[in-house]
């Protein structure tokens, strides 16, 4: 008996991919990525002379072939299918699921989006003027990672070895010691 319900469900789901109505301009013919062959054209009224095409000369259909017509784009994604349809069951009207399905296919996924770019935004801030030096616990934790990764843990300048800023320094301090003797 369940040798029987194998093979009716075998048999429904090889009938059920079966195209009762193929079209002879794409089934012949099915575009796929790796393909750009032309579908096949029947003439309604074929040429009477067309069976007497030369060797020499070509057919008008090689020549201007017919290009496919665009299809539709594929059909989204529902693998949340259940949790949608769950989710409209409370709707009342057209309305309603409308608001649903807005709110959970953009509204939410925007700020899914907005928050999360504010999340590596600031993440991106806060290590921009994060320090290496100190013996501090977030210090050891950013030289270990940078270590981890391989990244080149940027030197810190050091202040006292700014030839501008010595200079600056110096002529202020001269300036203010020369008016300090001379009062």
Not at 29 to 50: C, F, H, I, M
Not at 73 to 100: N, T
Not at 128 to 157: D, E, L, Q, T
Request: charged share 20%; hydrophobic share 35%.
């Amino acid at each position: 008996m369940s040798g029987d319900i194998a093979a009716e469900v075998g048999s429904i789901l090889q009938s059920a991919s079966i195209n009762r109505h193929p079209s002879v301009q794409h089934d012949v013919n099915p575009s796929t990525a790796a393909s750009e062959k032309q579908p096949v054209t029947l003439n309604r009224y074929p040429d009477p002379d067309g069976d007497e095409v030369g060797e020499d000369e070509i057919p008008v259909s090689v020549l201007d072939p017919v290009p496919r017509k665009n299809t539709m784009p594929p059909l989204p994604d529902l693998r949340f299918e259940q949790s949608y349809l769950k989710s409209i069951e409370q709707a009342e009207g057209w309305q309603g699921v409308l608001w649903i399905t807005l709110r959970d296919q953009v509204i939410m996924c925007f700020a899914q989006g907005v928050l999360w770019t504010l999340v590596l935004n600031g993440w991106r801030h806060w290590n921009r003027s994060a320090k290496f030096s100190g013996h501090g616990v977030g210090a050891r934790i950013r030289r270990w990672w940078w270590g981890v990764n391989n990244w080149k843990i940027p030197n810190a300048r050091s202040k006292l070895r700014d030839t501008k800023l010595a200079k600056n320094v110096s002529e202020y301090y001269q300036g203010e010691f020369l008016s300090a003797a001379q009062d």
